[in-house]
């Protein structure tokens, strides 16, 4: 009974995954992504250190990415990831749990500015789902990604 109380939320949560990645198959050559509107508080750039090091830090185009590409792919794959932490959690996959949470804290110090604020949302919002599977079945996981997937259609193209 447990796991169908689980897997409707995660089946739902991987299809909106899906559809976020299907939004950056395949990034124009040159082009940047653009800033969203609005976005500000909490959103500034810190100036701490990444587990990967980036030269430019995180107030260029692609943020700590060296092309929209790399943005594009690397915060699709994460965002797609968080909605699957509680699935790692549940088959008690703890290392790969661990691991996955590492990256995403360092995909979230990485990402463009104009980003920041909700990625960083959307990290806390999925780790949170880890223990609380609320965090699923009341639609809190779907709202954290809905402002990443926007991105991700905007400036994934």
């Not at 090091?53 to 092309?67: D, L, Q, V, Y």
């Not at 915060?75 to 749990?97: F, V």
């Amino acid at each position: 009974m447990t796991s169908k109380n689980i897997a409707r939320p995660l089946a739902a949560t991987a299809l909106l995954a899906a559809l976020a990645l299907t939004g950056c198959s395949a990034p124009q050559a040159g082009s940047a992504p653009s800033s969203a509107a609005g976005t500000s508080a909490g959103g500034e750039s810190t100036a701490s250190a990444s587990a990967t090091p980036s030269p430019s830090g995180t107030s260029g185009p692609f943020g700590g990415f060296t092309s929209a590409a790399e943005a594009c792919s690397k915060i699709s794959e994460q965002a797609t990831g968080a909605t699957l932490l509680p699935l790692s959690a549940a088959q008690g996959k703890t290392a790969e749990l661990e691991q996955f949470k590492t990256e995403l804290a360092a995909t979230a110090e990485r990402v463009p500015d104009s980003l920041k604020a909700d990625f960083a949302n959307l990290k806390e919002v999925a780790v949170a789902g880890v223990t609380d599977q609320t965090v699923f079945s009341s639609g809190k996981l779907q709202a954290a990604m809905a402002p990443v997937t926007t991105w991700i259609a905007t400036n994934c193209k």
